[in-house]
């Protein structure tokens, strides 16, 4: 696969998987705070066709769940129950994508059955639905990260870059600081100051602007180095010549070449903050409870019962990698695909 | 001289920025510890505005910052509220413990990354380089919190290492032998962790570096006098990557020490990440500030020591 062809499969999938975390709500069978009491760390049920009887169902099933004992996750698959799966069927109200209200869910089982597609956790809330609205929270604070770092990048990169002088060397000098921050620490003593209970989207906010501000450095210097080269180019210098003004310069003929800089960061921004975000709410300093973020699902397996008996715990974990592997795909085939450009 | 000089000038600067911003940090908290004392009725409010006297907190805001930056300089990093101890001492085992478990990963990192890194740059574009580039993508792609809980996983289930802490309760304390590999087998897991995440930044530098000389007319000429293989790789091409690389061990101490907080908390090794997390849910904000002012001070010092290398190692800096 060309680095084209790269870019435009992760891309995709990045679509795909941004909308299912958008329309979470439509997506996901119930709420992410409604709990069953009577099933906690239910086991992930499989989605079958064909039952013990070797009879092929028209209609996708799943089998319910009884206690057990003896059973080391305390449930056994009931084999005489079987659950089959509904579409756009009426539940929980949510809003679509936070605007719209809605009841219509994509999937879900007649109550009083319930179908936990990657289990439940310790309050029996379902795993996935809280995976696809975590994200929301997640992706959210890495996106707007970026955007605040890159928004910063490219303002002092194109002022270092262009005007050069005192300001180029003030700037990179500041730059140089923030490089060298331990930004995780930093991050923490930022949260410390904070009481430990506070709205979650202040927490939210907090987190974003932080995470913003203080990792600005790395991409300013990168366009400062495309500035420096394209304000020498003949078509910059003509258009000099016929009187453009500098911002006019910067705005039309000089950032434009550096949107390959800017994309590639944005993409290897964005996990990073997500990251960040995980790793925060893993400690409990992130956004609280109930709101799930993907960092705050992960919090419970600090218990070493829950780390050594649920295995679908570590799901959430697990389910970040292609998320991850999306991103730095798409890094990568940008990467590369505008050096051949330059060249 | 002027190099070095240079560079202490910028170190100093670093902690100036960052001790201001430590000390901004304290002054936005909301109240201090003198305001609670107010509410006790037993208290009056003259008492309280003399004790705050006399601990300097009546100044003004530059006043009180070059006060509290004198008394860093002593090593007086404030009062700990709640462990009711001095923050020097009680920063002062944590940092040791981290310190072990970052040097240790450190070098288990460039012991791995550096053979695995010339390889795939000698081999380039051959099964050896390839398989190495797809375990380090795979390896990047992993979250580091997910690395550490699978490793803690494994010693959980296993049984095969310790699952936290420095020692084990049965260690004797005076057989200095017994300490030694009782610490030892508990760094077993927590470095070989933070090793393994680090591994893929490093492999890739490595690489990069070891290319970008490999392509050099001076290595062709060297193997066109019929050098041998392994010796122009170690002793010419080797030596001329190494500038970079330094200062790349200078810049992945941040990350580093980001790093090791997580796998301190997963892996409950007691080190400086550890006990700031503790002290944030303790409200204990002395503490904080003392350990980012901590983890600033060994990130100066390791830049300085990659600095120094780089002076021993590069002649063009020398001469300069």
Known sequence: MTPRHTLRLAVLLLAVLHALILFAGFIAPYDFSSQNRDLTFAPPALIHFVDTHGRIHRRPFVYGLRFDALDPTGYKIDPSQIDPLEFLVAGAPYKIAGLFPATRHLFGVRAPSRVFLMGTDAYGRDQFSRF?????????????????????????????????????????????????????????????????????????????????????????????????????????????????????????????????????????????????????????????????????????????????????MFLPAVLLVPVFLLYYAAANALQERFRSVQL | MRYLSRRLIHAILLLLAISFFSFALLQIAPGDYFDSLRLNPQISSQTVDRIRAQYGLDRPFPVRYALWLGGALRGDLGYSLASNSAVGPLIGIRARNTVLLSGTATALAWLLALPIGIGSAAKRRRTVDRAAELATSALLTVPDLLLFLALLLLAVRTGWFPTGGMTSAANDESSFWGTFTDIAFHLVLPAFGLALAMLPMLVRHVRAAMIEVLEAPFVRA?????????????????????????????????????????????LSWPGLGALMVESIFARDLYVVVAIVMLSSVFLVAGNLLADLLLLAADPRIRTE
């Open chain 2, 222 to 266: 060297a193997r066109g006098h019929g050098i041998p293989r392994s010796r122009v790789l170690f002793r010419y091409a080797l030596p001329v990557a190494s500038n970079p690389l330094i200062q790349l061990l200078g810049f992945s101490l941040a990350t580093m020490l980001s790093t090791s907080v997580i796998a301190e908390i997963v």
């Open chain 1, 132 to 312: 696809l609205y975590g994200g929301q929270i997640s992706l959210l604070a890495g996106l707007l990260a970026a955007a605040v770092s890159l928004t910063i990048a490219v303002a002092v990169g194109a002022l270092a870059g262009y005007y050069r002088g005192w300001i180029d060397e003030i700037l990179m000098r500041t730059g140089e600081l923030f490089l060298a921050l331990p930004w995780l620490y930093l991050l923490f003593a930022v949260r410390a100051v904070l009481p430990l209970h506070i709205a979650g989207w202040q927490v939210f906010l907090l987190l974003v602007a932080v995470m913003g501000l203080l990792g600005w450095a790395r991409p300013a210097r990168l366009i400062r180095g495309v500035v420096l080269s394209a304000k020498e180019r003949n078509f910059v210098l003509a258009a000099r010549g016929f009187g453009a003004s500098d911002f006019y310069l910067l705005g039309r003929h000089i950032l434009p070449q550096a949107s390959g800089v800017i994309l590639t960061q944005l993409a290897l921004l964005i996990p990073q903050y997500v990251l960040a975000e995980v790793t925060l709410s893993f400690l409990g300093l992130g956004v609280s409870e109930p709101t799930p973020s993907w960092g705050s699902l992960l919090s419970s397996l600090q218990q070493y019962y829950v780390l050594s008996s649920y295995w679908w």
